[in-house]
């Protein structure tokens, strides 16, 4: 069997390739719909977890445990997995060498994890994370078992069919973590919960897209997808520990109770970036595939695309940060008001993070690889001396500290620099964020000089929000024409052109 094409060979997709834009903006909205539906399920059920069930202590080990598989889950498959998304020509002549890499490797991650959990739960400060560890992380092979299935809905672009996959696991995870939890199970009952939900998807997936759970091998084949596929797995790691390296370091150096208020205080700080950015990554990469070829259409198309996710975004970022104490204490109690402490410095990195991930995706479609993996090798290493010693200086709220100190002084520069190396002006990136962040700092005076007034009891903090969120919405609808790619109408332009 022939050698598939390699990426950078890849036959050059026409942008304007017909039913392409009514394909990702369909794939946009059933993504978004998708992302927030299981988000508002995600935080209603955390809500009560934390009030009722589990302390800080519980949510330690929880985030342990959610660290490890992350980090776990960014290699789990080599990378090979994003070939059926991005390669050009049929996928299914390599898709069975893909699933085989993709199991093969996966289950040996896993085999490590478990030998070796007792040994990374102490090091993380939580000794009693190894049972559930070994659980959790049994997800690790379920993921692998899944990417083939599952590239070929996101290749699709069939993010309805997606939703429907997500919902049964959600409902099922969600179901047996509650039912556990209240039986007194601890962090485990996020363990059994997370292994139910990709059970279930891993079927649906396997329904959704029949005839791709094939196993095959093709040697050509495959040392085509590890060329393809471990730079990428490399980024993905170096990505993973950028985001997850706090969470490490504040377990070994601060204990599980206070990692338990970190990670609720991140948690809510990826509210805006899960719901927003997670729904737009579904589609950016195979929407960036397919614009490649063209770098005016690229560049025009990464700018918008960067201009709905801040818009979206920054008003949310801007509510959590500026009203973070009443919040936390309002939605999970007084326990938890130390995590609001952090909770500022996060909703920053958290809207850094969108424009990053973003980022991450074009030149991952572009095929800039190793300006990939040097911004992130770069991100972690300034990160870890930084993170370790704000961490003994100034707890929680130092590591928050600490990260938006990296990732807004070093790391944003140096995406822009790649970013430009691949045709995207930063000009025009200025252009996509200027409005939003005017919003943002209209609508957080705003705050600031109304809620003295209005006091934070819960009617309050509504009329607050809502009236914030209108102030906003009025100074961000200069930019409208820009995030809806529209021109003003000819007539009105040569009428104006005569005068």
């Not at 990702?24 to 909205?29: G, I, K, M, Q, T």
């Not at 290699?75 to 998304?85: D, K, S, T, Y």
């Not at 397919?290 to 770098?295: E, G, H, K």
Request: charged content about 15%; hydrophobic content about 55%; some cysteine.
């Amino acid at each position: 069997m022939a050698e598939p094409p390699d990426p950078a060979a890849a036959a050059d997709p026409d942008p304007a390739e017909p039913g392409l834009g009514g394909k990702v903006r369909s794939a946009a909205r059933w993504s978004l719909i998708n992302t927030v539906v299981m988000r508002l399920g995600n935080f209603a059920t955390g809500i009560v977890l934390a009030r009722f069930v589990l302390g800080p202590a519980a949510w330690g080990v929880y985030g342990i445990a959610q660290t490890v598989l992350l980090v776990l889950l960014s290699a789990n498959e080599l990378g090979v997995g994003l070939a059926i998304v991005r390669w050009d020509g049929d996928p299914k002549r390599f898709a069975p060498t893909v699933l085989t890499l993709c199991t093969a490797s996966s289950s040996l991650l896993y085999v490590v994890l478990f030998a070796i959990a007792p040994t990374v739960a102490r090091l993380l400060g939580s000794p009693d994370a190894t049972g559930v560890l070994r659980v959790m992380c049994v997800c690790v092979v379920l993921d692998g078992l899944s990417q083939v299935p599952a590239g070929f809905l996101t290749r699709e672009f069939a993010q309805g069919r997606r939703m429907v996959i997500d919902a049964l696991n959600f409902v099922l995870s969600t179901a047996v973590t509650l039912v556990l939890a209240f039986a007194g199970w601890g962090a485990m009952s996020f363990a059994w919960g997370a292994v139910t939900g990709n059970v279930v998807a891993l079927v649906a997936c396997c329904l959704a897209a029949p005839g791709t759970l094939r196993f095959g091998w093709d040697p050509e084949q495959a040392r085509a997808l590890l060329r393809f596929g471990m730079p990428l797995a490399g980024a993905s790691l170096l990505a993973l520990g950028v985001v997850n390296v706090d969470t490490m370091v504040v377990g070994s150096t601060l204990g599980k109770v206070s990692l338990g208020f970190y990670v609720l205080a991140f948690n809510i700080s990826g509210w805006p970036v899960r719901i927003i950015s997670e729904a737009a990554r579904r589609v950016s990469f195979a929407g960036f595939s397919r614009l490649a070829s063209s770098p005016q259409a690229l560049a025009e198309g990464f700018s918008r695309a960067l201009g709905v996710l801040i818009t979206g975004t920054v008003p949310l970022c801007v509510l959590l940060a500026v009203l973070a104490g009443p919040i936390v204490g309002l939605v999970y109690g007084g326990e938890w008001l130390p995590a609001a402490k952090a909770l500022p410095w996060l909703m920053v990195l958290g809207l850094v993070r969108i424009g990053c991930e973003l980022a991450y995706d074009c030149l991952v479609a572009i095929g800039r690889r190793r300006s990939l993996i040097l911004v992130q090798g770069l991100w972690l290493v300034a990160l870890v001396p930084v993170l370790i010693v704000a961490a003994r200086t100034r707890g929680i709220v130092g590591v928050s500290q600490g990260h938006v100190l990296v990732a807004a002084g070093l790391v944003v520069p140096v995406f822009l620099i790649a970013l430009h190396g691949g045709g995207i002006a930063v000009g025009s990136i200025a252009r996509a964020c200027s409005w939003p962040f005017f919003g943002g700092a209209v609508m957080a005076v705003f705050i600031e000089l109304l809620e003295p007034q209005l006091g934070d009891g819960r009617i309050a903090l509504f009329v607050l929000g809502t009236a914030a969120m209108a102030v906003y919405v009025v100074c961000v609808l200069p930019s409208r024409r820009f995030l809806l790619g529209t021109r003003p109408r000819r007539g009105r332009q040569q009428g104006r052109h005569r005068r």
